[in-house]
């Protein structure tokens, strides 16, 4: 029998999962203090400046993710289309509005910069709405398609591709290979947990292992190089390679930021040198190389803890979305956890030397207001599908009550 005090309206507080937001808090706050000692370091007439900017996006990240987490998800599912095209118009503004200083340091134009402002990097927001709209473009088709066939997954394919294609095209103009991997990793990710044929999978991925051993091969050779210069690679993506491939034989150049980022994660040892203390200089440390600060300050220990709250983090949202019954907010969910990980995996392993270095920030610790606001969205999100949830289940118990009442 339910009692009417199990029905009374719990307050919005009660529908969220503070379990998820614990891991996001402690992460902003290492974010917090690395950043400081990377900043007081490096730019120490800046530090006021840096510091108050970091807790104003934390602040605008919060309160658009509070908001999105109250979306209902008619509400959501209207707005995706418009997402999605309003990201795509973004992101022709950094094509048009770049500063050349800019560009000439990073090898992009990824960031909208008017006179000597630079304001946000489109690309960041436009991952979010691409999730969406993937996600959306999967329940739909699955609607449409209840019998899964090689053909079917052929047309979902097309229409995944017809999503991606304009991204990629604009992020080639911008020249930003790095934020492309991304995109693909969350294209990844959603093209399995759609259920789309092995058949179709194992030769993609095979095609793609293999194009990558041959571009390798060719650039390992003498005049490998000079061949993909030649066909218009640019300059500083083939130094990134050759710093990755070989980074203490370029250390005092090309691979300079690269090789003194190893080097202080490796000085570090177990407990690291102190909150505060850095004694190699690394290049860009506030934000790409974020986690060389935490390893040297904090050692190995500092840095697996990092890692654990990034688990705590992942399997929470993996635990919402396997208790969510609505097939556009699982999606959803997949394809910011597939974001989450690329970042975490690129951003970790460049820095200890795994990968290249590709400009992607470690998500709720580096220096940045696009990246830190989208990922809070990406939080409000997977919030929204908890709150839900929550909300379902006191409807649900509220029609029992009330049958419960007519008997």
Do not use: C
């Amino acid at each position: 029998m339910i009692t009417k005090r199990e029905v009374k309206r719990r307050p919005i507080d009660s529908r969220i999962d503070y379990n998820l937001i614990l891991p996001v808090f402690f992460l902003i706050i290492i974010g917090f203090l690395a950043i400081f000692v990377a900043t007081s370091h490096d730019y120490p007439k800046n530090l006021t400046t840096v510091m108050g900017q970091q807790v104003v996006w934390l602040l605008i990240g919060s309160l658009i993710s509070f908001v999105v987490m109250l979306f209902s998800t008619e509400f959501l599912w209207k707005i995706t289309p418009y997402l999605y095209g309003l990201g795509l118009g973004l992101m022709v503004l950094p094509l048009i509005f770049y500063s050349p200083e800019l560009v000439a340091s990073t090898g992009a134009k990824n960031w909208v910069t008017i006179g000597s402002v630079t304001l946000f990097q489109p690309s960041e927001f436009m991952k979010i709405s691409y999730i969406l709209m993937l996600s959306r473009t999967m329940v739909r088709f699955k609607q449409k398609h209840s019998q899964r066939t090689l053909k079917e997954d052929g047309k979902l394919l097309l229409l995944f591709a017809a999503l991606t294609l304009p991204i990629l095209l604009l992020l080639g103009l911008q020249r930003d290979l790095g934020t492309a991997m991304v995109f693909m990793a969350i294209l990844a990710g959603m093209v399995l947990v759609a259920g789309v044929s092995w058949k179709i999978i194992i030769p993609i991925v095979l095609l793609a292992v293999a194009v990558l051993t041959l571009f390798l091969v060719i650039f390992l050779m003498p005049n490998g190089k000079e061949f993909f210069f030649s066909l218009g690679m640019d300059a500083y993506q083939i130094n990134r390679l050759s710093a990755w491939i070989s980074p203490f034989d370029y250390a005092g150049n090309i691979a300079y930021q690269q090789t003194q980022g190893m080097i202080a994660i490796g000085s570090g040892g177990l407990l690291g040198k102190g909150f505060n203390v850095v004694d190699l200089s690394v290049p860009v440390r506030e934000s790409d190389m974020i986690f060389t600060v935490i390893a040297e300050n904090f050692g190995f220990i500092g840095g697996s803890i990092v890692l654990v709250l990034y688990l705590l983090l992942i399997y929470r949202m993996l635990r919402v979305t396997f208790a969510s019954n609505n097939l556009f907010y699982t999606y959803i969910s997949t394809g910011f956890i597939m974001m989450i990980l690329f970042h975490i995996f690129e951003n970790i392993g460049a820095a200890v030397g795994v990968l290249p270095l590709t400009g992607i920030p470690l998500p709720f610790i580096s220096q940045g207001g696009s990246s830190l606001i989208s990922n809070l969205i990406g939080v409000g999100l997977v919030l929204s599908m908890s709150y839900q949830n929550s909300l379902s289940q006191e409807k649900a118990l509220y029609k029992r009550f009330k049958k419960e009442q007519k008997r």
